[in-house]
């Protein structure tokens, strides 16, 4: 199967451990480059959309009115291992997003305790291009200190990959449509 012509980036980094952030247009394939890179390493992966509403307790979790913890997928990818993704990041509130901030640290304090970073877990983030938030509802540029947090690659579209997928005229068309 023909994979995107970033791949090879993208998965050099993940391997190493550090957080990558998936830049590109809408359909250029950030998410399918960041799933394919989990399953070819048969890592769990785990993906949670980033609105304006999402909470710190979507992300951490919460305590329940009984007192008794309530675990996130977030959580559980930490301590368990595998592949994070935050798909639109930068849809999410910047207050919010603060609470990845110590990951580079190796822990994360969540409602119930500081845990430290599963050695397996991998984190990456999606966003649209920073300087086309114009074409983009609802988006945000991202702060410095959350980018300083990821090493970013551009995901452009991939038209060798989209000819694979599709048969001559679909890709025609797509191509015109563009336009």
Do not use: W
């Not at 890179?37 to 999402?54: I, L």
């Not at 959350?146 to 000819?163: A, H, M, N, P, V």
């Amino acid at each position: 199967m023909t994979k995107h012509h970033k791949y090879g980036e993208v998965k050099t980094l993940i391997d190493a451990g550090q957080p990558v952030l998936l830049t590109g247009e809408a359909g250029s394939g950030k998410t399918t480059v960041a799933k394919s890179v989990a399953e070819e390493n048969g890592m769990q992966f785990r993906s949670m959309s980033m609105t304006r509403q999402t909470t710190l307790g979507h992300i951490l979790g919460f305590m329940s009115v009984n007192g008794t913890y309530v675990k996130s997928i977030f959580r559980t990818c930490f301590e368990e291992g595998g592949m994070m993704l935050l798909d639109e990041i930068d849809a999410g509130d910047a207050n919010v997003l603060l609470a990845f901030n110590t990951i580079e640290n190796g822990y994360v304090t969540f409602p119930d305790a500081l845990v430290e970073c599963h050695p397996d877990f991998r984190f990456v983030a999606t966003a649209n291009p920073q300087d086309q938030h114009n074409f983009y509802t609802g988006r945000s540029r991202l702060d410095g200190a959350t980018l300083d947090r990821f090493d970013t690659i551009d995901i452009d579209r991939d038209d060798d990959l989209e000819k694979s997928l599709v048969d001559e005229d679909t890709h025609k068309r797509m191509q015109l449509l563009r336009k």
